[in-house]
């Protein structure tokens, strides 16, 4: 039960808070403080106590009456106002420079106080929030001997091999560092329960480890308020809170927002709470990952108030980032392996489900060239591939699986998941004997893939009946109702679920869905003129218009609409360079037109994030040899300088282009052609040419040189005269070339890019 940030839905002032409502409790705003400490908050420039606790008498011997309204000075000595004011105009970010020692006049005579300071907003403005303490005990703590304690600890965090090591080091390194009698390691799960999973405690104190607590405990306004301040003390449970003045700011109408005060006061329901526990102090530290709580350290003390200075609890709060930041670095390693075995995984299943001479499913459910299964994807106890007039299973599957294909079909998404099935789906659940959970794609044209999860029946033990709220509310009148009383283990066994899916297994059927897309399109015959649609929306829809520089390109389909794998480009680098590339996928039809596709986008992205073009065709490579094992392109990539025609130029089984000179003259570029892509080609050898003014390269596809009449030395003859020039100051037609230059019985594509460079 505990503490919710500004934007929660807040109870009506002087609404009476209760187990039903304690969630809307405005914690952030409690009006009062804890009475360990002193708050003042003041007006800048001037300087002008506004609101102030009423314990002030006690610390500093100024009544209330005489502190509001007056200047720091008056409240705090001149020495003091001083400090605070040379803090102020030095430092931007007052939090991260928390606290001064300032000296203070007391009526037990001068003392040094911790002074935290931060500013809040109140209407149009902000005040200055002073927060005085006086520690109580010894103190040994400085900013620089803190460190030299955080050390040996960092140093002990740092080299523990496993989450439970790490766990116990921080549970152990805090307690030595505060003095609690108990430290305990709180980790949440996705509903935010939590789960003890380290402590360090008293010798004569009963274990809390492995005890489990629901989220109700702390309410999700004190989730978000511990996710915007790491650390709260509450130094004596049995305090009396000291009511701040005035409650409510004269110019807002608003209290004052205590979101980042060390001195807020705590609900009373969860002091009913700790009190109910026996506990007598608390302190709770914040873990978090990317912003967000995922569990906190909690620490109790047992024989009566106890207060560590300020120095001890920054220590403590650095050493719960510290764990934070370990805990993040051990969780996305985990995370890093996990998706690396399922990549692998799925490159083979998606190797097995090209394969031409079986069916999806035949392909996919444990017949894929490798020892890998959809199972090894995903772990569960049976999994089945429906679609093409098939059923193909493996492990343990129900027999009669109509009610759940007619089931997904009705489902507002692709991926379905369910833990519970007899709770989430009881109807379903009825015709899917020994089924409790599962985890469903649905792919086009009523293919289906399921992975089924019998019962993992499981005993969680609470600390105390986690229902124990309704429990009160029956025994009637004899029970107030109260936070929970008793904190006995109260161990409860959970049946009809299934061991959950974890994030990685919804991202692996997320992933597989996505690129079966892909091989159903390759195993999909499209209508012709699809096809040509599908390959022409991948080609550029305008090609760049450059200063001094022409660019034209043709994509004609071979005779008779067979649509295949050309396709041609032209965009602007990152260093201002003009690439041109023009490829050949092998083979035909949708299967060669989603390749290339693919491989065009992949070679955009290597040449745009500032790769060579020989750079950029390996890297190519590698995605074609991991992701389209069936797959083979030839490329040739030329990079540009506009200012001054130099050519940087890499070939991957491709015809050579035309280089074209100022008077005339086409000639083939002497150079060496390295393998295509998809069979482990590397990186080709860069050729440097230049373009001179007049000039211009030529790049095309073999179906323009090489057909069934015409051999490939007499189509590159005939692409060379056809850009030859008695007149050099006659330009080039591209579609001229086309038709002198295409044989009518070719069954390949033509594609042909001119870049043309004006004379100056």
Not at 35 to 41: C, D
Not at 136 to 154: C, E, H, I, K, L
Request: proline fraction near 6%.
């Amino acid at each position: 039960m505990g503490e919710a940030g500004p934007d929660a839905s807040l109870l009506a002032p002087g609404e009476p808070v209760d187990l039903d409502n304690c969630a809307r409790e405005p914690i952030h705003v409690p009006g009062s403080v804890q009475p360990h400490g002193v708050l003042l908050a003041v007006s800048e420039p001037d300087f002008t106590v506004e609101h102030v606790s009423q314990n002030v008498v006690d610390l500093l011997g100024v009544q209330v009456e005489d502190a509001l309204g007056a200047r720091l000075e008056h409240v705090l000595g001149t020495e003091a106002a001083e400090l605070v004011r040379a803090h102020v105009r030095t430092f931007g970010n007052l939090r991260q420079r928390n606290p001064i020692v300032v000296p203070a006049r007391t009526p037990r005579g001068r003392v040094e106080l911790d002074a935290v300071l931060h500013r809040v907003a109140v209407a149009d403005r902000t005040l200055l929030v002073v927060e005085l303490e006086e520690s109580t005990g010894p103190r040994p703590f400085s900013f620089p001997n803190t460190y030299q304690a955080v050390r040996d600890a960092m140093e002990r965090l740092s080299a523990s091999g496993s989450l439970t090591e790490l766990y116990d080091v921080a549970a152990q390194e805090v307690r030595t560092l505060t003095g609690f009698d108990r430290v305990m390691i709180y980790r949440f799960d996705a509903e935010y329960n939590g789960e003890v999973v380290a402590e360090a405690r008293r010798a004569d104190l009963n274990s809390f480890l492995g005890l489990h607590y629901p989220a109700s405990d702390i309410p999700p306004q004190a989730r978000a308020l511990y996710e915007q301040n790491w650390i709260r003390l509450i130094a004596d449970v049995g305090y009396t809170p000291s009511r701040i003045v005035p409650g409510l700011d004269p110019g807002s109408g608003q209290p004052l927002d205590l979101t980042h005060s060390v001195l807020r006061s705590v609900s009373p329901i969860h002091l009913e709470y700790l009190g109910n526990m026996g506990v007598a102090a608390s302190m709770s530290i914040s873990l978090l990952r990317d912003g967000r709580l995922w569990g906190l350290i909690a620490c109790h003390h047992y024989s009566g108030p106890h207060h560590p200075p300020f120095g001890v609890r920054a220590a403590a709060e650095f050493l719960g980032s510290s764990l934070s930041l370990r805990l993040v670095a051990r969780a996305e390693e985990d995370e890093l392996q996990a998706a690396l075995a399922a990549e692998a995984t799925l490159v083979q299943l998606l190797i097995a489900s090209r394969d031409a001479d079986r069916t999806l499913a035949e392909a996919l459910v444990g017949r894929s060239r490798s020892d890998v299964s959809l199972r090894t994807l995903v772990p569960a106890h049976g999994v089945v591939v429906l679609g093409d007039g098939q059923r193909q299973a493996e492990g343990e599957v129900p027999d009669d699986l109509a009610v759940l294909t007619t089931w997904l079909a009705e489902q507002a998404t692709d991926v379905t998941a369910r833990t519970a099935l007899a709770d989430q789906e009881p109807d379903l659940a009825a015709t899917l004997p020994g089924v409790a959970g599962l985890l469903a794609v649905r792919l086009p044209e009523d293919r289906v893939i399921v992975w089924f999860r019998h019962e993992a029946v499981r005993d969680v033990s609470w600390g105390g009946d986690p229902q124990n709220k309704a429990i009160a509310r029956r025994e009637g009148d004899t029970v107030r109702l109260s936070p929970r009383k008793s904190f006995e283990k109260w161990t409860q066994t959970v049946r009809g679920q299934c061991t959950p899916w974890t994030p990685q297994e919804l991202r692996s059927a997320e992933d597989l869905r996505r690129r079966l897309l892909e091989t159903l399109l390759l195993r999909t015959r499209w209508a012709l003129t699809s096809a040509e649609t599908v390959q022409r929306s991948l080609l550029p829809a305008t090609l760049p218009e450059l200063d001094g520089w022409q660019v034209h390109a043709r994509y004609v389909p071979a005779p008779g609409g067979r649509v295949g794998g050309d396709w041609y480009d032209a965009l602007t680098l990152p260093d201002g360079r003009l690439a041109v590339v023009v490829g050949d996928v092998a083979g035909h039809g949708l299967p060669a037109a989603a390749a290339m596709g693919q491989l065009r986008n992949a070679l955009r992205a290597f040449l745009l994030r500032g790769d060579s073009p020989a750079q950029a065709l390996r890297w190519t490579d590698v995605v074609a040899r991991r992701t389209m094992a069936t797959d083979m392109a030839t490329v040739v990539v030329a990079a540009v300088d506009r200012a001054t025609g130099d050519v940087e130029l890499a070939i991957a089984g491709h015809p050579r282009p035309l280089l074209l000179d100022a008077v005339g003259g086409a000639e083939l570029v002497e150079t060496r052609v390295d393998r295509p892509l998809g069979v482990g080609s590397g990186e080709p050898p860069t050729h440097r040419l230049r373009i001179e003014p007049g000039g211009g390269l030529v790049l095309y596809s073999d179906g323009l040189v090489d057909s069934r009449s015409t051999t490939l030395r007499a189509g590159l003859a005939r692409l060379v005269r056809a850009f030859q020039r008695e007149d050099p100051t006659r330009p080039v037609h591209i579609d001229h070339v086309l038709r002198e230059c295409t044989d009518p019985s070719s069954v390949d594509d033509v594609t042909l890019l001119l870049l043309c460079r004006d004379l100056d």
